[in-house]
C-alpha cells in the first residue's frame, strides 16, 4: 500500500506530510554519531564500576558464610537462588524497559545493587544472606538488557557489534580489577572494608547514571487505534491477551532466535560445568598456587577485554555468522587445552585464545538478535537472551553435582568443548543472515502494508 501511495504523483501536499509524519514515527532517527559514541562511552564506564564492586566480593561469599557457620552447600545455594532468579525475570525486565524506559530500569537495577550489597554487609544469617542474593538477581537483571538497549538505540545499523563491544568491554574491565581489588583489601582489612569499598563504587555508577545516561526509548505511535485499550474482563480472557503479546514480541524467523537462545545456552553451561571442578584440579592435580589460578583467569580477562575493544566491529563488516562461528571455535580451546595440556604456559594460551572467540560470539550474538527483532522488542528480546544464559549457570553446576562421583576432570573438559564443538556444527548447518543496512531497513518500513493507509 505504502508503494502505491509513493508512486501516486496526485496525493495532496497535506497528504504527503502526513504520510512522511507516520513513517518519522516508525523510522529510528539517526542518532547523531559523536553524541552516541559519548554515550556509549559513558555506559561502558558505568559497566566497569558496577562490575568491579559486584565481582570483587563474589570470591569472598566463601569467607562470610564460613563467618556464619555455614559451608560450601549455602554457598552453592545462594549461587542457584541469583541465578534462578535472574532468569525468572529477565524477560520481563527487559519488557518493562521497552515500555517505561530504558534509563528507568538501569537505576532501578543499580539501586538494588547498593541496596543488597549493604545487606551482604549485615547479614546475620547464611538464611538472610540466600535470601537477599535472590532478591538481587531477580531486581537487577534487567541492567545488561536495558544497557545494551540503550547501544541499540542510538548505534547505527552497521555498528552493532562494535558499540556492543564498547560495552561488554567495559564490563570486562571490572572482572579483571574487581577480584584483584577486593582480594588485597580482604588479605590486609578484612570483609567489612571490602564489602563498604564495593557499596561506594556501586554508589557512585549510580550517580554517574543518574547524571549522564540518557533515554533513549522513544514512543512509537501504534498503527491499530484499538491497540493498548484495556482489554474487559478478568482471568483467562487477560492472560490470553498477555500470552498473545508476549508472542507476538518474538522474531518472524523463530528458528533463528532460537538457534541464537541455543548458542547463548550452551556457551554458558560448557563454562559453569567445568567452574567447579577447575579449580581443585588446578591446586590438587596441577600443583598451582592461588596466584597462578588467579592469573590464569585475569589472562582470560584481558584477553576478552581487549577483543571487545579492538574486534567487535568484524561481524558488522564481514556479517554475524562467520564471526560467530570462528568466536566459538576459538572459545572451545581453553576445554581442550585443560583436557589435554599439563604445562602452564601452554594452558594459559589456550586461555588468551579463547578469550579472543569469547570477545567475537558475544557481542555479534546480541546484534543477532536485535537485527531479527522488531525495535518496540529490543530490551525483551535481550531479556530472553539472558534468561537462556542464565539457564546455562544454573543446569552447569547442577550436573557436575550429579555426575562428579562418576567423571574425572578430563572428562569434564571434554564434555563442555563437545558440547561447544556440537553447537559449532548446528550453527552451520543453520540459516543466520547478514545484518541489515539501515537503507534496507528504511525500505522495508516504506513497502511494509499499513492498516493506518488503507
Known amino acids: 500500500m505504502h508503494t502505491k501511495l509513493l508512486m501516486n504523483t496526485q496525493l495532496s501536499h497535506a497528504e504527503s506530510e502526513t504520510h512522511s509524519a507516520r513513517l518519522r514515527l516508525q523510522v529510528p532517527p539517526t542518532p547523531h554519531k559523536l553524541a552516541g559514541r559519548k554515550a556509549v562511552v559513558v555506559l561502558a564506564i558505568c559497566m566497569a564500576l558496577q562490575m568491579t564492586s559486584f565481582v570483587m566480593i563474589q570470591p569472598l561469599f566463601a569467607r562470610r558464610f564460613t563467618q ?37 530500569i538501569v537505576l532501578l537495577s543499580l539501586g ?45 545499523g552497521d555498528r552493532r557489534a562494535a558499540w556492543i563491544g564498547i560495552l561488554s568491554g567495559g564490563a570486562s574491565v571490572g572482572w579483571i580489577a574487581g577480584p584483584i581489588l577486593g582480594g588485597v583489601l580482604y588479605d590486609r ?74 548458542i547463548t545456552f550452551t556457551v554458558m553451561f560448557a563454562w559453569a560445568f567445568i567452574e567447579p571442578r577447575t579449580s581443585f584440579y588446578a591446586y590438587d592435580e596441577l600443583g598451582w598456587t592461588s596466584s597462578k589460578l ?40 581453553q576445554f581442550i587445552g585443560l583436557a589435554v595440556f599439563k604445562n602452564y604456559l601452554l594452558i594459559a594460551a589456550t586461555f588468551l585464545i579463547s578469550g579472543l572467540g569469547n570477545s567475537l560470539f558475544d557481542p555479534a550474538l546480541s546484534a543477532a538478535v536485535l537485527d531479527i527483532g522488531s525495535e518496540e522488542h529490543k530490551a525483551r528480546l535481550l531479556g530472553i537472551k539472558s534468561t537462556a544464559g542464565s539457564l546455562g549457570n544454573i543446569l552447569g553446576p547442577g550436573l557436575i553435582v550429579l555426575f562428579t562421583s562418576w567423571l574425572d576432570a578430563r572428562a569434564i573438559f571434554l564434555i563442555s568443548a563437545g558440547v561447544v564443538l556440537l553447537t559449532i556444527l548446528a550453527m552451520a548447518g543453520g540459516m543466520l543472515a547478514r545484518q541489515p543496512s539501515r537503507n534496507a531497513i528504511v525500505a522495508n518500513v516504506i513497502v511494509k502494508p499499513s492498516s493506518e493507509l488503507e
Do not use: C
Open 294 to 333: 588467579g592469573l590464569m583467569m585475569s589472562t582470560y580477562g584481558i584477553s576478552l577485554t581487549l577483543g571487545e575493544f579492538g574486534l567487535s566491529h568484524l561481524s558488522d563488516r564481514l556479517g554475524r555468522k562467520p564471526v560467530i562461528l570462528l568466536g566459538l571455535m576459538l572459545y572451545s580451546a
Open 68 to 104: 556464619l557457620g555455614a559451608g560450601v552447600e549455602a554457598l552453592g545455594e545462594s549461587a542457584m537462588a541469583y541465578a534462578l532468579a535472574a532468569t525468572l525475570t529477565a524477560p520481563f525486565m527487559g519488557a518493562l524497559a521497552d515500555r517505561f524506559g530504558r534509563r528507568l
Open 189 to 262: 582489612w578484612g570483609y567489612d572494608l571490602a564489602v563498604v569499598v564495593s557499596i561506594l563504587l556501586a554508589s557512585t555508577t549510580f550517580i554517574v547514571a543518574i547524571i549522564a545516561v540518557p533515554e533513549t526509548k522513544k514512543l512509537v505511535r501504534r498503527s491499530n487505534p484499538k491497540a493498548g485499550q484495556k482489554i474487559p474482563g478478568y482471568g483467562l480472557q487477560r492472560m490470553k491477551s498477555s500470552l498473545l503479546g508476549f508472542k507476538n514480541s518474538f522474531p518472524q524467523s523463530i528458528s533463528t532466535f532460537s538457534l541464537l537462545l541455543w
Open 112 to 156: 538494588v545493587y547498593i541496596l543488597a550489597f549493604s545487606g551482604y554487609l549485615f547479614a546475620p544469617s547464611a538464611t538472610m544472606f540466600i535470601l537477599l542474593r535472590g532478591l538481587a538477581g531477580a531486581f537487577t537483571a534487567g541492567l545488561m538488557p536495558a544497557m545494551t538497549g540503550i547501544v541499540a538505540d542510538l548505534a547505527p
